[in-house]
């Protein structure tokens, strides 16, 4: 994005956008553990972008209201993590993790508490092996589920005048043959994604001095 | 020898083993044939085992990674640029990531590079924990390079390409099929994102109301608001339907384009267009304003007669409503009996660019009005305007009835007039005839004879004038018989020379210049007497205060050319006797009726108004004509056309002497039929007193006996005008009974005796009545004396 003043070169977001891939894959085994069932998930790339773009990049594609898992997480980078659907697609993704046996009464009432579980997951796999990957830990608090629209979404999140970037994921889910669509959103201050940029440098460095 | 043959076999051992080795080549060669450039990478192990193709495209010994070497080995051949991200790749694999999908360029022997897509997946054990690493590369430089060309050509063209494979949310779409939506590129978009930027009124790039339906795949255009600059843009889609390879279902491959500025060219000429058309619309309004209010007819006819178009005055002046008449033919809407004249006009209206036609159209309640129309012809069509003249003509009408019925009136009392006239004149002319007479009788009575001739002059002298006026009066009615001779029409003037300078007074000069040279006139000299001497009276008339008159005589002849068409002289000679004063002329009106009878300008009481209509009527019964030149008070003059004689001037016949004793008959006999008594006791006195015999008789059948008898019949004197057999009919019995008697006809009127010539047969005579018993005698006489055979003429 041009109004980034991070700008991760292409192998720093091939690499990045690696880590995402085996958080995914790591968070995708989990659901299929889960679902029992065949979950694929994937993420086609990466970018860096302000608060305000992404609030505007989610608003461009989203009309509806969305819903979010939210998570902080904490270590040498910080900042909050959020799992973004469509609210329609949320309660799709429910449906298809808790499958079609259960009536729709009850889907609604279990909607908040599934969708938490299943963005734990996606997040803590997500994140968690991001960390693994650059031989870090990170500390994840206990989900939280918000709804609103994207600047609601992004805006609400530390204060107005909080420097804060965005690392914005496009995520596919395909579970029983239903296409759900969400993003993932790590909100972090600028000292923390000079941390990440840093660390990504060291990954890279390590693969190649593995691999020669 | 030993050592050779040692060495000889340790050459055939290596060269059997490299046949071996080459054959082994062959066959992996042979294999890959038909195999991908696969690999298994066992991350365990460390060791990587690759196909025949793999080493052939990463230009590595195929038996080597057939047989497996360190993973290094996977790398190899790969292009210094995207080795990294290569690494970085296999390293997220290696760690936990499940799809490995890069393309990578790898370097060929001859120093360029080829790109290939490797995709990849990590095998996973009961844990989770990937245990192999497999996949293989495509050779993609060709997609690749049609991929740029591709990317090129939409970026140079505009044009974004996108795909949907039927049943999913999401398309992919190019970089610049983002740029069309003012999205931030990406590759795959939720359509419902699209379809939320789409204006609501248009079509959606992709419907999902029912998400697993196929799509219309016609061309669709829409408008989209730019997220990025707000913008309202036009695109259109374009695409088809192709099977999807991967997931085999149905995959819709579209573009999309910017139709904006094309959009906008339409609209704009739309516009234009639209400007036009309300200009031409207003156009058409002044237009059907006019033929909307025109109170007169405007139709449209086609050249088959029928109306095309009417306009909404023949509601109000025929009274069909136009849709009534549209459609219908012109012949269907007048008279019966005016079809025929209307067929005929019609054709002209057809034959002619313009006409004017006046043509009676039948109301709708069956009354005529009259029309007056005037049509215009262009190419198959006649445009018509018609005027309803109806009233016009009923008011013209009544106006002409009303003129006639005051021409009638004024006739009437012209006629009282005349009437009046005549009856005190006739009264006068009694007067003395009856006063002479009554002196006469009471002389005889006292034996006073000796002063009697005074009284019987003055008798005779009145009814000579009495007989005189009749003659007039027939003159007038044109049933005048014209005793038509040669006149020497100066000598004539001279005669009248005198009584001209008593008539006109001393006020008015007389000027009579007769042509030396002059033919003789053919015609009657007593009319002519007359006709002069009423255009003098006429003449002197114009001049109250007096002027100039001026009479003269010349000769002229015309040709056939000289005569203009319409004229009733016919070629030949005339002598033209002119009578011009200076007096006070006629206007062009008076000039048109101044031949009409009973016309007159003089004062009521003054003129009978038959003066020149007497001369008129003279001058065609002599086969002549009448002209007038007159100007408002410069004068007039009159030039009466006789047909002229050639012949030598006839001895002019004495003026009868009263004094002259009546020639005597010798005793011939004379048949006399007439029914007036006192006529018929006249005649019969006076030829008896001359010595003739004398038979009488009241009728033709009181006659025939006498006719059919035996007796001696010289002469036959007979009344034209008889009760039962007329004197023509009588007279052809005699003669036919007697070929050698010879008749004498008395008329008073002879209607069938216009002209002498035609009505009597050789051997016949005529005498007008009234006439003077002398002459009377002297005819007889002629006609007892004739040589038998001769053709009796005048």
């Known amino acids: ?212 | 020898m030993g050592n050779d043959a040692d060495n000889l076999a340790a050459e055939l051992a290596r060269e059997r083993s490299e046949l071996e080795l080459a054959q082994r080549r062959l066959q992996l060669t042979l294999d890959a044939a038909g195999a991908a450039c696969g690999w298994e990478w066992d991350i365990a192990r460390k060791r990587l085992v690759a196909d025949a193709r793999f080493a052939a495209i990463t230009n590595q010994d195929a038996v080597a990674l057939a047989d497996g070497v360190s993973t290094d080995h996977f790398f190899i051949s790969i292009h210094p640029d995207d080795l990294k991200r290569v690494k970085v790749a296999v390293a997220g694999i290696l760690a936990g990531s499940e799809v490995f999908s890069k393309e990578y360029r790898l370097m060929r022997n001859d120093g360029g590079y080829r790109w290939v897509h490797a995709s990849g997946r990590a095998v996973l054990d009961e844990d989770d924990e990937p245990v192999k690493f497999v996949g293989m590369l495509v050779d993609i430089t060709e997609q690749k390079r049609a991929n740029e060309q591709l990317r090129i050509a939409q970026f140079a063209g505009g044009i974004g390409t996108f795909e949907h494979i039927v049943g999913y949310g999401t398309i992919s779409v190019s970089e610049q099929f983002c740029r069309l939506f003012g999205l931030h590129p990406t590759r795959i978009l939720p359509v419902r994102t699209l379809n939320d930027l789409i204006h609501p009124d248009d079509e959606r790039i992709i419907d999902l109301s029912d998400p697993d339906r196929i799509q219309n795949e016609r061309s669709i255009e829409f408008r989209v608001r730019r997220p990025n600059d707000g913008q309202e843009r036009w695109l259109a889609r374009r695409g088809e339907y192709v099977d999807d390879t991967e997931s085999s279902g149905r995959r819709y491959m579209g573009v999309i384009f910017d139709i904006t500025d094309a959009k906008q060219t339409q609209e704009s000429l739309r516009q234009a267009n639209q400007a036009l058309s309300e200009i031409a619309r207003e156009s058409m309004r002044e237009r059907n304003r006019v033929w909307t209010n025109s109170r007169d007819l405007l139709v449209v006819i086609g050249i088959d007669g029928v109306f095309r178009d009417v306009s909404p005055a023949w509601m109000e002046i025929l009274g069909h409503p136009p849709d009534e008449v549209v459609g219908r033919r012109v012949t269907d809407f007048v008279l019966a009996e005016d079809l025929d004249q209307v067929v005929l006009d019609l054709k002209r209206a057809v034959e002619n660019t313009h006409t004017d036609l006046e043509i009676r159209m039948a109301r709708k309640d069956g009354t005529p009005r009259i029309v007056s129309w005037m049509t215009s012809r262009e190419e198959d069509r006649i445009y018509a305007y018609g005027r309803d003249v109806t009233i016009e003509r009923q008011q013209q009408a009544v106006l002409e009835d009303t003129e006639a019925q005051l021409r009638q009136a004024q006739k009437m009392e012209a006629v009282g007039q005349l009437t009046g006239g005549i009856a005190h004149d006739f009264n006068n002319m009694l007067t003395g005839v009856i006063g002479a007479l009554s002196v006469i009788k009471r002389r005889i009575a006292a034996k006073r004879l000796d002063d009697l001739d005074k009284f019987i002059d003055a008798a005779s002298s009145s009814a000579a004038r009495a007989a005189a006026l009749t003659h007039r009066l027939l003159a007038f009615s044109r049933r005048q018989s014209l005793d038509r001779q040669a006149i020497d029409v100066n000598q004539l003037i001279v005669s009248m020379e005198d009584l001209f300078r008593r008539t006109l007074g001393e006020q008015v000069e007389l000027l009579i210049n007769p042509m030396s040279q002059a033919w003789k006139a053919y015609t009657d000299p007593n009319q002519l007497e007359s006709a002069i001497l009423n255009l003098v009276i006429n003449a002197r008339d114009a001049m109250p205060d007096g002027g100039k008159l001026t009479i003269e005589t010349a000769n002229v002849a015309f040709a056939e050319a000289d005569l203009a068409r319409g004229e009733t002289l016919q070629p030949g000679s005339y002598v033209v006797l002119a009578v011009s004063d200076t007096g006070i002329g006629m206007s062009q009106a008076i000039l048109e009726k101044a031949f009409d009878p009973f016309f007159t300008t003089k004062p009521i009481g003054q003129g009978t108004g038959l003066g020149l209509s007497m001369i008129y009527g003279f001058a065609q019964q002599s086969g002549g004509h009448v002209r007038i030149y007159s100007q408002v008070g410069r004068g007039t003059t009159i030039k009466l056309y006789l047909p002229g004689s050639l012949d030598e001037i006839a001895q002019q016949k004495p003026a009868v002497d009263l004094d002259v004793t009546p020639p005597r008959g010798e005793g011939e006999t004379v048949l006399i039929v007439e029914d007036d008594t006192s006529v018929r006791m006249l005649v019969v006195d006076v030829l008896k007193e001359l010595g003739y015999r004398v038979i009488e008789a009241i009728d033709g059948a009181e006659a025939l006996p006498v006719i059919e008898g035996k007796s001696r019949i010289d002469l036959l004197i007979s009344d034209v005008g008889l009760p039962g057999l007329n004197g023509r009919q009588l007279a052809e019995i005699a003669i036919t009974a007697r070929p050698t008697l010879k008749v004498l006809f008395i008329t008073g009127y002879a209607a069938t005796a216009a002209a002498r010539a035609d009505f009597l047969a050789p051997g016949m005579e005529m005498m007008t009545k009234p006439f003077a018993i002398d002459d009377l005698a002297q005819k007889v006489r002629e006609i007892l004396t004739a040589p038998q055979s001769a053709v009796v003429t005048e």
């Open chain 1, 1 to 212: 994005m041009t109004d980034s003043t991070i700008a991760l070169d292409e192998l720093e977001r091939d690499a990045l956008t690696e880590l995402v891939n085996i958080g995914v894959s790591r968070a995708a085994a989990s659901l299929r553990k889960m679902v029992n069932k065949q979950v694929i998930l994937s993420v086609p790339s990466v970018e860096i972008v302000t608060r305000k773009s992404a609030a505007s990049l989610i608003g461009q594609r989203e009309s509806e209201n969305l819903i979010a898992v939210q998570q902080q997480f904490e270590g040498p980078f910080s900042g909050r993590a959020l799992l973004i659907f469509p609210e329609s697609n949320g309660l799709s993704l429910v449906r298809a993790i808790v499958g079609d046996e259960m009536g729709e009464a009850d889907v609604v009432d279990m909607e908040e508490e599934a969708l938490a579980e299943t963005g734990n997951v996606i997040l803590n796999g997500c994140l968690g092996s991001m960390a693994n990957m650059l031989q870090q830990t990170l500390k994840m608090s206990l989900p939280n589920l918000r709804r609103g629209d994207s600047n609601f979404l992004f805006e609400a999140i530390g204060g107005p005048n909080e420097e804060s970037f965005v690392l914005f994921l496009y995520i596919n889910f395909s579970v029983r043959e239903r296409n759900i669509r969400g993003y993932i959103a790590m909100i972090m201050d600028l000292p923390s994604l000079e941390k990440l940029k840093q660390l990504i440098a060291d990954f890279i460095d390590r693969v190649m001095a593995e691999a020669d």
